[in-house]
């Protein structure tokens, strides 16, 4: 089972809230989710379809205790290509499925005419808890969230870009970065943010995800950091061995040529220390000086020796 569906099971199994929240919750779903067939006499009927059995029972108990209607749940297998099926319930006009859809605001009126807006009702969304609840309801209709083993990726998929933006805007009534980005016929709104989604899962109420998601986000940081100090160690050594080896080539020089007992003692110290220790950073060779030097003196040394071995090329 996917990380994603976890946090959706946990979501399911939410208690039951207040009547606006269940209102918030529902409409969020069905905005996602559902679909709209024109039946005989211009009535309207409702479909709402899900592949996961707990969120099809979710929904099948809170439109039953909202509405007082039972909807109508239907299982049907998946294409050979897909494994697993889908859960859809369907409201007929004869429950009232057109007075769901004006209380959720996808069915409303203009001008005296019935249309389906794209825009969130704001009269579903006036208090923070029925913001939180109508972005449970969009999370488990269209919300999936990476494996953070993976990657920090949590995202929320739209039919039109009105609404993306106005679920983006609810979002970040939170306190979310949450951005938009267009994918084909479709507009996405993300998070990226490891911390930012962590703190999603907490209001979308997933706690023992929020657990797991932390859990593994620590272990992953802590092998990260451990790769970047192993790396720059490696280049740290890398470092040395090369420098080591450029100072070991001009020692040998200034030997071949006048020979290292012409060097003025402190530099002839240093050479010699260093032909000896062919692997020590100078921070180490300072610390065999009698009296030590700090590594910016042995550079300097080491500059010194440079200059002579220069003018003797």
């Not at 859809?101 to 001008?111: A, C, F, P, Q, S």
């Not at 923070?128 to 083993?149: E, M, N, Q, V, W």
């Not at 109420?205 to 100090?229: D, H, P, S, Y």
């Not at 220790?277 to 030590?292: A, C, D, R, V, Y």
Request: hydrophobic share 35%.
């Amino acid at each position: 089972m996917s990380f994603s569906a976890d946090v959706k099971n946990e979501i399911a199994r939410s208690p039951e809230e207040k009547k606006c929240c269940m209102l918030a919750e529902i409409a969020g779903f069905i905005r996602m989710c559902g679909s709209v067939k024109l039946s005989g006499g211009g009535k309207l009927d409702l479909r709402i379809t899900t592949e996961n059995p707990a969120i099809a029972r979710l929904f099948l108990l809170r439109i039953k205790s909202y509405f007082g209607v039972g909807a109508n749940l239907q299982i049907r297998r998946r294409n050979l290509l897909k494994k697993g099926h889908t859960y859809e319930l369907t409201i007929g006009a004869e429950d009232n499925a057109e007075q769901i859809l004006r209380e959720t605001g996808i069915l409303r009126v203009k001008e005296g005419c019935n249309y389906f807006p794209d825009d969130i009702s704001s009269d579903l969304t006036k208090s923070r808890c029925c913001k939180r609840a109508y972005l449970r309801g969009t999370f488990l209709g269209a919300g999936t969230i990476s494996h953070p083993d993976k990657s920090y990726h949590m995202e929320i998929v739209c039919s039109s870009e009105t609404l993306a933006n106005d679920l983006k805007r609810l979002i970040n009534s939170f306190g979310f970065r949450s951005k938009v980005t267009a994918r084909k016929n479709s507009f996405v709104v993300y998070l990226k943010e490891s911390e930012q989604i962590s703190d999603f899962l907490a209001l979308l109420g997933a706690n023992n995800q929020v657990m797991e998601f932390e859990n593994v986000r620590i272990v992953k940081e802590l092998r990260n950091k451990t790769n970047r100090i192993v790396n720059c160690e490696s280049a740290n050594l890398d470092k040395t061995i090369d420098s080591a080896a450029r100072q070991i080539e001009t020692i040998r020089l200034i030997e071949s040529k006048v020979g290292l007992t012409n060097l003025p003692e402190k530099l002839r110290e240093i050479a010699l220390l260093r032909l000896d220790n062919p692997e020590s950073s100078l921070t180490e060779l300072g610390q065999m000086l009698e009296p030590p030097l700090k590594k910016s003196g042995v550079n300097h040394r080491f500059r010194k020796i440079e200059e002579i071995a220069e003018t003797l090329r």
